[in-house]
């Protein structure tokens, strides 16, 4: 079973944010917050963190 830490969400204005699952808070990736994305940015940015995600770390 796939185990998903984190996920985008699609803002008022129309951009793209992907979210830390267990807070709801923005992701950083390389200490940048990954917000204002286009759908496809963040797509990639989402699969590539979970690919990274801990697996010992618990689910949201």
């Not at 984190?6 to 940048?32: C, I, M």
């Not at 917000?35 to 690919?51: G, M």
């Amino acid at each position: 079973m796939t185990i998903f830490h984190f996920d985008k969400r699609q803002e008022p204005d129309g951009t793209w944010t992907v979210v830390k699952l267990s807070t709801g808070e923005p992701a950083k990736l390389n200490g940048q917050f990954c917000c204002n994305l286009r759908r496809d940015e963040a797509e990639e940015i989402t699969n590539y963190l979970n690919l990274l995600a801990d697996p010992d770390e618990p689910p949201p």
